[in-house]
């Protein structure tokens, strides 16, 4: 036990160094040579997102189908945890962190830009009140179930591995009722680093998109000039910030933070919706909703074929948003295992999946339908770049002022959060799945995260959001293959134990009585037999 011990505190594992030099690698080349980086990037990007558009849309819509799946499977009764252990957060908390580590910047980068970029420049050629509310369905699509999906089910077999198995939490553990011990070996250190890799490209698409919209709100307001320098500048000051809260310690720092941005989310929330078309935003709710789940199966699947025009945007905005929601799922997944002890399989699934995207539709149609209303009352507003239009919409709005200043302090926050929660993450997967990475670990991958956001900044340039884009389709590329894994590993093991325990559909009625009335201590040695049966098998 010892020597388990050590082997964590260890500071530096194969991953960690391995990880670490791909990151350095890219920031030496974006340095040096940031328009050849850009255009390659832009070139693979380019190439994905034309060829195997149909490839994630199969991916997630799979997903999705298989998180219905364990909603309703006997599966779902089983617990992240021991019988009858507690969840170490509060329902609120846990809500909180969740959502905010998942989504937080985008929504306020996001929240009013993509309805009116989709309202001016639509998939197809509907117009008037049909091209707002599409834009809004469009919106919420990019942002709603699937999204949420990919995350859950990342989540879930991270959370049943470390909580019923005793596994560390790390990525490759998950892939072990496949590859048996191989996982402990080189194969999973490839696997955790691939992980890794995914991990800093995701956050650094968020935070890239944030120290933009910071910068954006800066110029608007009080003329701060727009330059990779004050970019820089930003990075810098919000780095040491998250890195003082990564100091304190996840429960205390992530925990404060999450809950200062949901109470300023719903804030600035609620004043838009009464401060702005109130009624026009309800009803656009109602029917983008509606729209959305009428036409679900079709948006899922459809890569525009025989029509250009749809072809191009979909691989500009949907092939770009699974990507980015792959390239964040290894670090999303694991933060939202983390704190996710002690709920049950289905209780997890609803909740990760279903709230969030139910507040996403809220937001975008509230943020979105403010944005179009304004936009076309003022049209200068659709000119300019994304992460000024917020701040645009605001300065001809009652409190605009007020708003403004709110909403930069959001997006600080979640900025904050964000790279918080990741230094958190990669620390875990550098240091064998410690739960208490040294704060050293975490320190090296928050100044890592810092430099890659500002090495996509500086070699896209003008283009720089594109080039943020990029990195997210190209990194999420050779990760969906590892979650297509990790399902199938999940529901591997899942499911032998739920044959295991006798638990069905239908359950035979003694066998749910003596499931239900069984003890901590019996339930528990219920499960070390499983896994002692199957040790053989799971290569242990």
Not at 373 to 393: M, R, S, Y
Request: hydrophobic residues 50%.
């Amino acid at each position: 036990m010892s020597q388990k011990k050590r082997k964590k505190e260890k500071p530096f594992t194969p991953v960690f160094t391995y990880g670490l030099i791909v990151v350095l690698i890219l920031v030496f080349l974006g340095v040096l040579m940031p328009n050849k980086f850009y255009e390659t990037a832009s070139g693979i990007s380019g190439f994905i997102a034309e060829n195997l558009g149909w490839y994630y849309m199969f991916v997630t819509t799979g997903l999705g189908f298989f998180a219905v799946f364990i909603i309703f499977s006997p599966i779902g009764k089983l617990k992240l945890g021991q019988p009858h252990e507690k969840p170490e957060f509060s329902t609120i908390s846990w809500f909180a962190m969740l959502f905010s580590a998942g989504m937080g910047i985008g929504l306020v980068f996001w929240g009013a830009a993509e309805p009116m970029n989709h309202m001016m420049n639509p998939p197809t050629g509907e117009g008037g009140g049909h091209q707002q509310v599409q834009a809004v369905r469009s919106t919420i699509f990019h942002w709603g179930l699937h999204a949420w999906c990919v995350y859950g089910i990342v989540a879930l077999a991270l959370a049943y591995t470390a909580y019923r198995k005793g596994e560390s939490g790390l990525i490759s553990k998950t892939l072990r009722p496949i590859f048996g011990d191989k996982v402990d070996g080189t194969l999973g250190q490839i696997v955790d680093t691939m992980a890794v890799f995914a991990t800093v490209i995701g956050v650094a698409v968020s935070l890239g998109m944030g120290a933009l919209q910071i910068n954006g709100g800066l110029n608007y307001l009080l003329g701060v000039p727009e330059t990779v320098i004050i970019q820089g500048i930003i990075i810098l000051v919000v780095t040491i910030l998250f890195l003082i809260s990564a100091w304190s310690g996840l429960s205390k720092g992530i925990q404060i933070l999450s809950n200062s941005n949901m109470v300023l989310a719903v804030l600035l929330f609620f004043i838009i919706l009464f401060v702005g078309p109130t009624i026009a935003s309800l009803d656009m709710f109602a029917t983008a909703t509606g729209s959305y789940l009428q036409q679900f199966l079709y948006l899922t699947l459809d890569t525009g074929y025989n029509d250009s025009q749809k072809a191009a945007w979909i691989q500009e905005w949907t092939i770009y948003y699974w990507g980015w929601w792959f390239s964040w799922c290894p670090f999303v997944g694991i933060f939202i295992a983390r704190v996710s002890r002690g709920r049950t399989i289905r209780e997890f699934i609803l909740a990760v999946i279903l709230v969030p995207a139910t507040i996403c539709m809220v937001w975008f149609s509230v943020f979105g339908t403010t944005g179009m209303t304004t936009g076309l009352k003022h049209p200068h507003i659709f000119n300019l770049p994304v992460e000024k239009q917020l701040f645009a919409i605001f300065d001809v709005m009652p409190i605009g002022t007020l708003l403004s200043i709110i909403a930069l302090v959001l997006v600080s926050v979640f900025f904050i959060t964000s790279a918080d929660s990741a230094t958190f993450v990669l620390g875990m997967q550098t240091t064998d799945g410690s739960l208490t990475p040294r704060t050293r670990i975490k320190i090296v991958w928050g100044i890592a995260l810092s430099l890659i956001s500002y090495t996509l900044i500086i070699a896209g340039g003008e283009n720089a959001l594109s080039a943020i884009q990029a990195a997210a389709i190209i990194a999420a590329l050779p990760f969906s293959v590892i979650v297509i894994l990790m399902t199938i590993s999940f529901f591997k093991d899942a499911n032998n134990e739920r044959k295991y325990l006798g638990l069905t559909l239908q359950p035979d009625e003694e066998n749910m009585k003596q499931y239900l009335s069984s003890t901590p201590e019996e339930h528990s040695q219920d499960i070390q037999d499983y896994i002692d049966e199957t040790s053989d098998q799971r290569g242990i």
